[in-house]
């Protein structure tokens, strides 16, 4: 069987006319400015197959320079769709993208069988051991993995068609977590029994971060950025141009690599792979240790920040924490301890945007900032997160409304946190009066309490998410910081209002919040006309 990942519709889309189709490579290139984004089953698959993409893009037309020369790309930009060339590189690797070729399977090595030795009439007998193909859909419950979406196991999966294989197994390979591998045998390489323990893929921490254009074409210039100063050689390419048994002899290393360039770190093998087709559908998968990343490749679709410990991570999910409040960190980069900011805290694609002025993007343009991530712990998966937040172009370039970007955050981080401390205060000595105790400790409220406090701090943020938004779009930064205080102020007295709608009946409550009006009152007067003061206690 053949399936011709070029030309058969197998990359879902929504046109700029709000049509949803599924469309092969050839068409996805030859239309990227009629398409509106790619519309995949999970966040992560979409954030895959756009790097898939930009792989593509970036090695027909711009080839392997350390950085996209400012004419080049603008005329790219300017043209306002692919040309030719990049149609001519996808149709002349026909056989590189058929899913089923018996030579080179694409993104799989040919002959790979997961194998388990079993005694048959006294005799060990290797006999080949495929996993369901439910286990590379990362939005399953499978082994350790939290039921996020529907409570079908992996042995309960039906066969997946070419087209949904191919994309699960793409974002399986850009997204899977650490774990042990089973010994595997392929076409001319003897078996292995001990492949080793594997390591996280590229994508599996951290946020994925894009600009947003208004098309597919626009989405992935703006994120074909490499970043400066990292590895970007001459042998930069994508894994599909790499023979299979050059990588099946790196994954049988067993040390780490570093990316030769973006193009390898946006298609690597992170898992051995081949697809189990029978009577045209998909029923199962052999899957083992691929090649191993090292950890201190900085992708260029991550924003970096410095641990306790001076460990370099990329920004990840925290709970309810929303994008849009690090929206600041992505403008200007996280600030580090001993001063300045990590010169890996922007993505690669806004660090240019703000510093290249001659890429010739209008500042009226309309574009945003996505960002998805796999939340999850080692190799559990708690959530897929998926946030957009506007991003006004005028802002790029301008470091003083940047780093304000930041401050606002910061801002009302300090002001929730001051309610947050003097409505604890007031319930502890209600709590302590009521008890004739004296200091009463954490442990000694109910837990219900410190819920419904929670419940106040989220909604807290959910109330000033569109002020701040507003706040960064407007140029006037003086007006933009006095509109903010305001706003964050308004969301300090409605979420005390929302705390005492909720409290109920309860008369040590309603007693104890009767203190902290007057406290909240001047804080939010001291807030609006000069700011607050960082140290000051709220109890």
Not at 217 to 231: K, Q, Y
Not at 460 to 488: G, H, M
Request: proline share 6%.
């Amino acid at each position: 069987m053949k399936y011709d990942l070029t030309q058969e519709p197998w990359i879902p889309c929504q046109t700029s006319d709000g049509r949803l189709v599924e469309l092969g490579i050839v068409d996805v290139i030859r239309g990227a400015h009629e398409i509106e984004d790619i519309v995949a089953d999970n966040p992560p698959m979409r954030s895959t197959l756009l790097r898939m993409l930009i792989a593509i893009v970036r090695h027909a037309s711009f080839g392997n320079v350390k950085m996209i020369p400012s004419g080049d790309w603008r005329a790219t930009w300017q043209t306002g769709r692919f040309e030719d060339d990049v149609v001519r590189y996808v149709e002349d690797r026909r056989t590189s993208f058929d899913l089923f070729d018996e030579l080179r399977p694409f993104a799989q090595i040919p002959g790979l069988e997961i194998v388990e030795t079993k005694k048959v009439k006294g005799q060990n007998v290797i006999i080949p051991r495929p996993s369901s193909i439910g286990s590379i859909i990362i939005d399953r419950p499978s082994g350790n993995n939290a039921t996020l979406f529907d409570h079908v196991s992996d042995g309960d999966c039906p066969p997946l068609t070419p087209a949904q294989a191919a994309r699960h197994m793409l974002t399986y390979m850009q997204n899977s977590a650490t774990g042990n591998t089973a010994a595997y045998r392929a076409s001319g390489v003897d078996l292995l029994e001990k492949p080793g323990h594997a390591s996280f893929a590229p994508l599996r921490k951290g946020y994925c971060v894009t600009v947003q254009g208004q098309n597919l074409f626009e989405t992935i210039l703006l994120n074909a950025f490499s970043r400066t100063g990292t590895l970007q050689t001459d042998e930069d390419e994508p894994w599909w141009e790499v023979p299979a048994e050059e990588i099946v002899r790196l994954a049988r290393k067993g040390t780490q690599q570093v990316p030769k360039g973006i193009m390898s770190l946006y298609t690597w093998p992170t898992r051995l792979l081949r697809l189990v087709e029978e009577d045209g559908m998909v029923v199962g998968i052999h899957d083992t240790l691929g090649v191993k990343i090292h950890p201190s490749y900085p992708d260029p679709m991550k924003m970096y920040r410095e641990s306790k410990t001076g460990e370099t991570t990329p920004v990840s999910p925290s709970g309810d924490r929303g994008f849009w409040r690090d929206f600041g960190a992505a403008m200007c980069g996280a600030k580090l301890a001993r001063g300045g900011f990590h010169k890996h805290g922007r993505t690669a694609a806004i660090d240019r945007l703000s510093n290249d002025a001659s890429l010739g993007i209008p500042r009226s343009r309309r574009m945003s900032l996505r960002a998805i991530a796999v939340d999850g712990n080692k190799g559990d998966i708690h959530g897929l997160v998926d946030d957009s937040t506007p991003l006004p172009t005028d802002v790029l370039g301008d470091q003083d409304r940047a780093q304000w970007s930041a401050e606002a955050i910061k801002i009302a981080e300090a002001e929730v946190q001051f309610l947050y401390k003097l409505i604890l205060g007031v319930l502890r000595r209600r709590v302590s009066r009521s008890a004739c105790l004296g200091e009463v400790k954490r442990s000694k409220l109910p837990p219900s309490i410190y819920g419904l406090l929670d419940d106040c701090r989220s909604f807290f943020w959910s109330r000033i998410r569109t002020p701040y938004l507003d706040a960064i779009s407007e140029p006037d930064t003086d007006a933009a910081q006095r509109t903010w205080r305001a706003a964050v102020g308004n969301a300090m007295n409605a979420t005390f209002d929302h705390l005492v709608a909720h409290v109920g009946l309860d008369t040590n409550m309603v007693l104890a919040l009767q203190h902290a009006p007057t406290a909240l009152a001047n804080r939010i007067r001291k807030l609006i006309s000069q700011g607050p003061e960082s140290e000051e206690e709220g109890d």
